[in-house]
């Protein structure tokens, strides 16, 4: 069974830098690549508020997706065969603080529809990002 463990969050300033990792076990590389890739934050206290889109990855690597408040600050990436995802996320702001969390999604996902929590099928357990001000 597919399982999602996502690494590297922490504590940081405004400005500063953080790479997350998303490290799929049960799986190989191979089968990996199949799956589209992509990372969604949540707030915490904001009960009932729906998993934000952050960024997407094709399996390939070949096409991605940002979301306005990320984009040319966050980068996503991936190694296949070492079946893991990352995202670089750069000038960090407090609005980034956030449960960040990875996800796989069928490669027949259309790339408008990705922007839905609900369209993906495994996620990790998140990890805590803070960035004070």
């Known amino acids: 069974q597919e399982q999602l463990v996502e690494s590297g969050g922490g504590m940081v300033q405004a400005g500063d830098s953080l790479r997350l990792s998303c490290a799929a076990s049960?799986?190989?590389?191979?089968?990996?690549?199949?799956?589209?890739m992509g990372w969604f934050r949540q707030t915490p206290g904001k009960e009932g508020q729906e998993r934000e889109f952050?960024?997407?990855?094709?399996?390939?690597?070949?096409?991605?997706q940002y979301s306005e408040s990320v984009k040319g600050r966050f980068t996503i990436s991936r190694d296949n065969a070492k079946a893991t995802g990352y995202l670089q996320m750069s000038s960090l702001k407090p609005e980034d603080t956030a449960i960040y969390f990875c996800g796989l999604a069928s490669p027949a996902t259309l790339s408008s529809l990705v922007v839905l929590p609900e369209r993906w099928d495994y996620w990790g357990q998140g990890t805590q990002v803070t960035v004070s001000s």
């Open positions: 952050v960024a997407a990855i094709s399996g390939s690597s070949a096409a991605t």
């Open positions: 049960g799986v190989s590389g191979r089968v990996f690549g199949g799956y589209r």
